[in-house]
């Protein structure tokens, strides 16, 4: 699972996202990308498990990983974006290596 954040002035203006999971990953990560543009990095952060299973309709309990797993990869994106590209370039992305 990985994704990929552009920001501009402080806010994701990109999310872009890739998984070899089942169908219960790819709708969490793509929820989880679409919740994260337009958000500032601290925002992103406010983005929890809860907030992607009611974002993809329900998730089953023995799938609730999937959500988890989502909102861990976009928090590390987040933090290699704080790392590595503010007070550089705008518009640089933060990407997270595949899992």
């Not at 219960?24 to 925002?43: H, M, T, V």
């Not at 992607?52 to 799938?63: E, M």
């Amino acid at each position: 699972m990985e994704i990929s954040l552009k920001f501009r002035d402080e806010r994701v203006t990109e999310a872009d996202y890739w998984t070899n999971g089942c169908a219960y990953s790819l709708n969490c990560i793509c929820a989880a990308a679409a919740l994260a543009k337009g958000k500032s990095p601290d925002e992103v952060l406010e983005i929890d498990p809860e907030l992607i299973q009611k974002s993809v309709g329900g998730l089953p309990q023995d799938q609730m990983n999937c959500a988890t797993l989502s909102v861990k990869t976009l928090h590390a994106a987040q933090e290699d974006y704080m790392r590595n590209a503010r007070g550089q370039v705008k518009g640089r992305s933060a990407a997270r290596p595949r899992s």
